[in-house]
């Protein structure tokens, strides 16, 4: 079945490291994003690409880094300038951005990402 | 600056009961506004409304928007206790998703 795929689940991380989530799909689309989602908060747009070796800052890049180096996979790294990172991390995928971003986002199962 | 407020932010209610969400908001360039609900994991998504006073209907779910007061409206009729969950609004605005803080839907049996 198509999907999208995040790993890990879960993943602590020590001050002053770099991490690394990890986001694939099967769907064939064109557009990925990455939100971080906080309790009682919606969720937060840190990167998005349209196309493979192109992508664009969200509202909440800093301390966040990507790579579209493949059209399926989209790799979001938590570097140790994101001064508050633990969150609930998504990754998502569109078919593309025709007409904006008027089309449904399909959602993988996200990574809690937590500072030991 | 673009928003998208929902309430309540959270509810509690019985099995049976009809439930009925808000979503209002205030942007730039409306395009379109989702229905989203999410499970403790991936959001999973509900409707895409467009035009004003066209209902979607899904089961016993169903929503409608109405563009000239800025608001939709997630309604659950029967509820059950499958239902619980965190409902997401979220507004494309400008070619990009604002997302409401979310509604938590608690079903007790």
């Known amino acids: 079945d198509g999907g999208i795929t995040q790993s890990p689940k879960y993943l602590f991380r020590k001050e002053g490291q770099n991490v690394t989530l990890s986001c694939e799909q099967n769907?064939?689309?064109?557009?990925m994003y990455w939100y971080r989602q906080d309790p009682g908060q919606g969720l937060r747009l840190i990167y998005y690409?349209?196309?493979?070796?192109?992508?664009q800052k969200g509202d909440i890049a800093e301390g966040y880094s990507v790579s579209r180096e493949k059209k399926e996979s989209f790799p979001l790294t938590v570097t140790s300038a994101q001064k508050n990172p633990t969150a609930f991390y998504l990754c998502?995928?569109?078919?593309?951005?025709?007409?904006?971003?008027?089309?449904?986002?399909?959602f993988g199962d996200g990574t809690r990402l937590s500072i030991l | 600056e673009d928003k998208v407020v929902q309430s309540p932010l959270s509810l509690v209610v019985h099995e049976g009961d009809t439930v009925t969400l808000n979503c209002s908001y205030e942007?730039?360039?409306?395009?379109?506004l989702l229905w989203y609900k999410q499970e403790k994991k991936a959001p999973t998504f509900l409707f895409m409304l467009?035009?004003s006073g066209i209902e979607k209907k899904s089961g016993r779910l169903s929503s409608i928007l109405d563009k000239k007061e800025l608001f939709s409206i997630l309604n659950i009729t029967a509820t059950q206790t499958g239902d619980s969950a965190i409902y997401l609004c979220?507004?494309?605005?400008?070619?990009?998703?604002?997302w409401g803080a979310g509604t938590k839907l608690i079903i007790k049996p």
């Open positions: 998502a995928s569109s078919i593309d951005r025709s007409g904006g971003f008027n089309q449904p986002q399909h």
């Open positions: 769907l064939n689309h064109d557009a």
């Open positions: 690409s349209q196309i493979v070796n192109d992508f």
């Open positions: 942007v730039t360039n409306f395009r379109s």
């Open positions: 467009t035009s």
């Open positions: 979220a507004v494309d605005s400008n070619y990009q998703l604002i």
